[in-house]
């Protein structure tokens, strides 16, 4: 059983690792310590407007914008955007790392009233997407201590690390099973359906925590999120020997949801509420996914129910229904 993997336009590397590129000007080129400091002081009420502007953001994407910003604002006029994309395209950085700064320069001169067109993305290298198999990612989860299995199993419902580090009490529906995520990296909120199991293991996380008010975190921050998720990925490595748990980066547990959500729902506009996504084009990869791992035959499990309980059960196990044969309806899960 080998994981699909399919490639996209945009460079990936490991959760909570430094992306592959550089940021910073080609030696020679470098501007004197004062003279930096003298052009960001110069920028300082503009980049101050814009971040009460992006007030809306995650904390992680607004320390992302700022951050870029700043970096720009050390050598260039921010109000003069001519000068800045000659700096932009003089920089010594990858073509995703140019864009993201593009892109905040764009919602800086959106803050203060600059007219201001960003310039088409630069094209970047492809990346392969893996999308695990639930059995691996449960062999991860099962290694993992009793906190830690709580966390990962949202991650299995589509949630990004930051997103489950800002979740609190008034996120959670616990009598209904609901989940309101927080929007991340500037997408919709939504509300997922929890199951059963996930339902009754956050309840007891949160009895265990006592939890006293409702806007308490109740999870670690995102980095520690990805820390853990490494090191119970090697944890569950050298108990069983197998390479492809260290291919089973934390992120791919998202395209692994979006993935079977479309496989048993066939509606893309669904996986685009359930992932938070503002653009289909950003979801549309899953329909491609979803079509190559229907050719994996030797991927699913199968099974036969006979009584309406036993349909009610498959199918809130996440099994999709095939044919009917013998008065007996036949299901499938991905393994």
Not at 271 to 284: A, E, Q
């Amino acid at each position: 059983m080998k994981p699909l993997v399919f490639v996209v336009g945009s460079p990936g590397f490991e959760p909570g690792s430094r992306a592959p590129e550089a940021h910073s000007l080609d030696q020679a080129s470098r501007r004197p310590l004062s003279d930096c400091l003298d052009t960001l002081k110069k920028n300082l009420p503009s980049l101050l407007k814009t971040l009460s502007r992006i007030q809306g953001y995650s904390k992680a994407n607004q320390k992302a914008v700022m951050f870029r910003l700043k970096r720009i604002a050390r050598d260039v006029n921010m109000e003069n955007p001519e000068e800045v994309e000659k700096v932009l395209y003089s920089l010594n950085v990858s073509n995703n790392y140019r864009n993201k700064l593009f892109l905040a320069y764009q919602i800086f001169c959106e803050a203060n009233n600059i007219p201001y067109k960003k310039p088409k993305n630069q094209p970047v290298k492809p990346y392969v997407i893996h999308v695990p198999t639930e059995e691996k990612i449960n062999t991860v989860i099962a290694c993992s201590g009793w906190v830690y299995s709580v966390v990962f199993s949202l991650s299995k419902f589509g949630l990004r690390p930051s997103e489950i580090s800002s979740l609190s009490l008034k996120n959670l529906d616990l009598e209904r099973g609901l989940l309101t995520v927080p929007t991340s990296k500037m997408g919709n909120q939504r509300t997922l359906k929890l199951d059963n199991k996930t339902l009754d293991m956050l309840k007891a996380y949160i009895h265990k925590k006592r939890v006293r008010g409702i806007d308490q975190k109740l999870f670690a921050s995102a980095r520690k999120i990805k820390e853990k998720w490494r090191f119970y990925r090697q944890r569950a490595y050298e108990k069983f020997k197998d390479p492809e748990l260290l291919k089973v980066r934390l992120y791919d547990l998202r395209h692994w949801f979006a993935t079977s959500t479309y496989m048993k729902t066939r509606d893309i506009f669904f996986v685009k509420y359930v992932l938070g996504h503002r653009s289909i084009n950003n979801t549309m990869v899953y329909v491609h996914l979803a079509n190559g791992l229907s050719n994996y035959s030797d991927e699913w499990v199968c099974c036969v129910a006979k009584t309406l309980q036993e349909v009610c059960n498959l199918v809130e196990q996440g099994f999709e229904y095939v044919t009917e044969m013998d008065g007996a309806k036949i299901f499938r899960k991905r393994k």
